[in-house]
């Protein structure tokens, strides 16, 4: 299927809300990623993301020239819905209203972390890095990175070509978020310094 018919599929579940299974890696047919379709631009694809256990893992921006195949309305997809049911997983979308499909569809959640003070993560090929967005325009984004220990680090500024993944609220993020704040309750415990 050409890249195209891929767009215009996603976008369709997208209108939807419909639970698809999307497969990105060429050298692993069975690595594919599920949950809902958001939203679509020309060249990005929102998905709020389920573990296979049927439980949401936050949402994925990933570049829809990457997406190979696109599965909807098979077993797997209604076995992820019966296994939410059985955990009152409820699909909170990351937008109230999704952006219009001419919108800078990366670009618009980067801004939506920025003012929630969301924690996210970009995978460009085998790294990942994990901050806060500072700053993000159709070209850049400047993050406030997060040491190994949830503390803050350096700033780096990234460009949005490179971004193959941007992860908020998975697994990943949740962990760091819990580091900060335990950090902070570390600090509020400390002494003051001696003057």
Not at 110 to 139: F, K, P, Q, W, Y
Request: aromatic letters at 8%.
């Amino acid at each position: 299927m050409n890249n195209g018919y891929m767009v215009y599929l996603l976008r369709v579940l997208a209108a939807q809300g419909a639970l698809a299974s999307v497969y990105t890696d060429p050298n692993d047919p069975e690595g594919f990623c599920a949950g809902f379709v958001e939203a679509v631009d020309a060249q990005h694809v929102l998905m709020c993301d389920l573990t296979p256990w049927g439980q949401i893992d936050g949402w994925r921006v990933r570049r829809n020239q990457d997406v190979l195949s696109v599965l909807y309305g098979e077993e797997y997809e209604q076995r992820l819905a019966m296994l939410m049911a059985h955990y009152r997983e409820h699909h909170r979308p990351f937008f109230t209203d999704a952006p219009a499909e001419d919108t800078d569809l990366l670009l618009s959640v980067l801004l939506a972390c920025r003012e929630r003070g969301e924690i996210v993560s970009a995978i460009m090929g085998e790294e990942m890095i994990t901050g806060r967005v500072l700053e993000a325009n159709g070209l850049r984004m400047k993050l406030r990175l997060l040491d190994f220990f949830g503390r803050e680090a350096e700033e780096e500024t990234l460009p949005l070509r490179e971004i193959e993944i941007l992860e908020i609220g998975t697994q990943e993020e949740r962990m760091y978020g819990v580091l900060e704040e335990i950090e902070r309750q570390r600090m509020t415990l400390l002494p003051p310094e001696e003057t």
